[in-house]
Nanobody, 115 residues
Framework: VQLVESGGGLVQPGGSLRLSCAASGFTFSRSAMSWYRQAPGKEREWVGR??????????NLADSVKGRFTISRDNVKNTVYLQMNSLKPEDTAVYYC???????WGPGTQVTVSS
């Protein structure tokens, strides 16, 4: 299993970013995918999840990001996305994706929200 996150960067409060997670080594289309984040000095926290397409592709998001973040997937590209809008300084963290049922983590991508 290999997961590679990308798309992070520095953005001003209120801005947007779209993160990508390219997956390989497992049957992506059949796997639920989650996003997590870890801010400096804090534990890693769950951000949201998208179910497999065969399970309806539904999504769940943490209350802290609901209404601002959306998750989508492209089963042809084996990629899951995290669209982040109305970013706040407290969204600053390293963002990771993870496949349900697998223990692998990618290197993460840094998101910094600052003016």
């Amino acid at each position: 299993v290999q997961l590679v996150e990308s798309g992070g960067g520095l953005v001003q409060p209120g801005g947007s970013l779209r993160l990508s997670c390219a997956a390989s080594g497992f049957t992506f289309s059949r796997s639920a995918m989650s996003w997590y984040r870890q801010a400096p000095g804090k534990e890693r926290e769950w951000v949201g999840r998208i179910n497999s397409s065969s399970s309806g592709g539904s999504t769940n998001l943490a209350d802290s990001v609901k209404g601002r973040f959306t998750i989508s997937r492209d089963n042809v590209k084996n990629t899951v996305y995290l669209q982040m809008n109305s970013l706040k300084p407290e969204d600053t963290a390293v963002y990771y994706c993870k496949a349900l049922g697998y223990g692998a983590w990618g290197p993460g991508t840094q998101v910094t929200v600052s003016s």
